[in-house]
């Protein structure tokens, strides 16, 4: 049982460099990245079934077309929202109704990205994140974090008790 207390802490330190990694990593990028407010052009909403079944309830794929001034020059790019699930109307487990294209219209997105100056100043040069309120919203924020503490003290309370 004590080597599988080291096991544990060794683990827990090797999961808190990687958040250490990661956290300078996501970091670089929200320095060094810009944010812009992005019009959008074109709103698309399709209704995809499951491989052709039809007896399940469809969902919604929305797809957003946006234009944004990308380093002095208007951009174009298409956001598709495949984890959006809309049945048909309200029922009483999903009380949101499909929206119409008027209110997807009316939304505000904003574009965050590396300008060409900076892209050597980070880790995600290419990265590109589209949201509704401009705030940076990091991809995982403290996942290395827990595994790490969660693996020391683990191997921690086996080196303790594995000793009496």
Same mark, same amino acid.
């Given at each position: 049982?004590?080597?599988?207390?080291?096991?544990?802490?060794?683990?827990?330190?090797? $999961?808190?460099?990687?958040?250490?990694?990661?956290? +300078?990593?996501? $970091?670089?990028?929200?320095?060094?990245?810009?944010?812009?407010?992005?019009?959008?052009?074109?709103?698309?909403?399709?209704?995809?079934?499951?491989?052709?079944?039809?007896?399940?309830?469809?969902?919604?794929?929305?797809?957003?077309?946006?234009?944004?001034?990308?380093?002095?020059?208007?951009?174009?790019?298409?956001?598709?929202?495949?984890?959006? +699930?809309?049945?048909?109307?309200?029922?009483?487990?999903?009380?949101?109704?499909?929206?119409?294209?008027?209110?997807?219209?009316?939304?505000?997105?904003?574009?965050?990205?590396?300008?060409?100056?900076?892209?050597?100043?980070?880790?995600?040069?290419?990265?590109?994140?589209?949201?509704?309120?401009?705030? $940076?919203?990091?991809?995982?924020?403290?996942?290395?974090?827990?595994?790490?503490?969660?693996?020391?003290?683990?191997?921690?309370l086996i080196r303790y008790f594995s000793k009496k």
């Amino acid at each position: 049982m004590k080597y599988a207390g080291k096991v544990l802490i060794i683990l827990g330190v090797v $999961y808190g460099l990687f958040g250490i990694r990661s956290f +300078l990593r996501e $970091y670089s990028y929200q320095k060094g990245s810009i944010v812009v407010k992005a019009t959008i052009l074109s709103v698309e909403i399709k209704d995809n079934r499951t491989n052709g079944n039809y007896y399940l309830k469809p969902t919604h794929h929305i797809t957003h077309h946006l234009r944004f001034l990308r380093d002095g020059n208007m951009d174009t790019l298409s956001e598709k929202s495949n984890f959006l +699930l809309y049945p048909e109307g309200k029922t009483i487990n999903n009380p949101n109704k499909i929206p119409s294209v008027g209110q997807l219209m009316k939304q505000e997105k904003y574009v965050r990205y590396v300008p060409k100056s900076k892209k050597k100043e980070t880790s995600f040069p290419d990265r590109i994140d589209i949201n509704n309120n401009g705030e $940076y919203e990091s991809f995982n924020s403290f996942q290395y974090f827990f595994s790490m503490a969660s693996m020391m003290l683990l191997g921690l309370l086996i080196r303790y008790f594995s000793k009496k």
